[in-house]
Every structure is written in C-alpha cells, then in structure tokens.
C-alpha cells in the first residue's frame, strides 16, 4: 500500500463548480499534513497546512479526518486558473521533517 | 530572481554519461532536497542534507550522488546514467525553526532524458 494515496483524475469541472478531493495515509501516527499545488512542467508550491480543526483560506477548505486516515481539499467557485495538480503532502512520524508526497490529482477547470 | 535555481533545466544525454544537476539557493535554509518526479508516482526523495557536513539517502538513492559545496550548493550527480532516470528532478530547501512547519520550497527543475 502507498503511504499516500490519491485519485489520479482527471476532474473535469465548469467554471464556478465545488470539487472536492481526498487523500488517504497509511501511517496513523502521522503528524503534519499539507496540500501543494503544481502547475504543468512548474514547481510544487505549497497552498495551505492542515490542521486538525480543519481550516480554510478564501475558497480552500482543507479538513484532516485522524480516524479514517483521510485529508480532503475543498474548492468553491471553480476559477480557469484553479486547473493544476494538487499534491497531498505527509510528514510521518520519525522521518525527521521529511515529506513523503502522493502521486497528485489532477483538475481541469472549463469555462 | 528565483530564491531556488537549479541548472541545468533541460539535459538530453546518453547512456553512460557523467550528469551533474545543480540546485543553488538564496533563502539561507539550512536543509536541501532532491526530488525525482515520474509521471503518476509523486515525488520520491533521492537524497536530503541537513548541513554542510550532513548527507543522508532518501527513498531511491541507488545510481545517483551528492554534494553539498556550500549552505546554499547541492548538486546531484549521476554516475552512469541510464534510461529509467529519464524524469524531472527537483530540488527544494526547508528551514525548520521551533515551532514551525517545515515548508519546503522547490527550484523550477531540471527535465533529463537519458536516450
């Protein structure tokens, strides 16, 4: 099993949609959990932590589920420029801040 | 100008050439990464270092080395290299203060082909 998971996609959504993704992890101890952003052929950025409480930011709502081992990345009114890879991110425990990355899901915005 | 840049950004070469990759950083983070990136496996963690004295191997290390010249040098070197490290090669600099998550922050990366 991959310590990360995620659908590959592609989701393919209209302008204004709400799409959501979740990833799973296989190690329950982990600590620290975060989604990055990557556009085509372009670096991983970091687009927000996720915290336990879950949190938001503008039209990003992250949430962190310890018990079923799931993160999930909530995006309101769909924009064009929202179309990219979104990376889910893990910092296991005793890997010394060292992230271990899931294969990245994949979404198409259309107008 | 980028805080990470690596050179070169693209490289073709053939079996059994001496690569070098080089990531250079102005952040003055202490910790760097390579990353390789292959299409629908994320990115895996080739080798990591800490400080200037400090070289640790990652998940696939096997067929690559590094150096780390300086706080803000670290190359990464491919000995032989051969078809299946054809991929995108990152790197990336954290700076993990008390308190702090440790963000990583990723060069533009460097697309090889070993033909």
């Known amino acids: 099993r991959k310590e990360v998971e995620q659908d590959p996609g592609p989701f393919n959504v209209p302008e204004g949609a709400t799409v959501a993704f979740n990833c799973t992890y296989s190690?329950?101890?982990?600590?620290?959990f975060f989604w990055y952003r990557q556009d085509c052929r372009k670096e991983p950025k970091l687009l927000m932590s996720?915290?336990?409480s879950g949190n938001e930011d503008g039209r990003f709502t992250a949430q962190l589920n310890r018990a079923s081992q799931y993160i999930s990345l909530l995006i309101r009114d769909s924009k064009l420029s929202d179309s990219a890879t979104y990376l889910c991110v893990v910092n296991p425990p005793g890997a010394g801040n060292m992230l271990t990355f899931g294969g990245g899901t994949r979404l198409m915005v259309k107008p | 100008d980028a805080d990470v840049t690596q050179t070169p950004r693209n490289r073709i070469t053939k079996t059994g050439k001496r690569i070098m990759l080089e990531c250079s950083q102005t952040?003055?983070?202490?910790?760097m990464y390579w990353y390789r990136q292959d299409p629908g496996l994320g990115l895996r963690l080739i080798y990591y270092s800490f400080d200037v004295k400090d070289i640790n191997k990652g998940e696939i290390s096997d067929g690559y080395s590094v150096s780390r010249q300086a706080q803000a040098k670290f190359s990464l070197s491919l000995e032989s290299a051969i078809p299946n490290q054809t991929a995108l090669y990152f790197c990336?600099?954290?700076?993990?203060?008390?308190?702090?998550?440790?963000?990583?922050?990723f060069g533009p990366g460097t697309r090889l082909t070993v033909l």
């Open positions: 996720v915290y336990s």
């Open positions: 990336a600099t954290s700076d993990l203060r008390a308190g702090s998550t440790d963000t990583q922050y």
């Open positions: 952040k003055g983070h202490d910790r």
């Open positions: 190690n329950s101890a982990s600590q620290s």
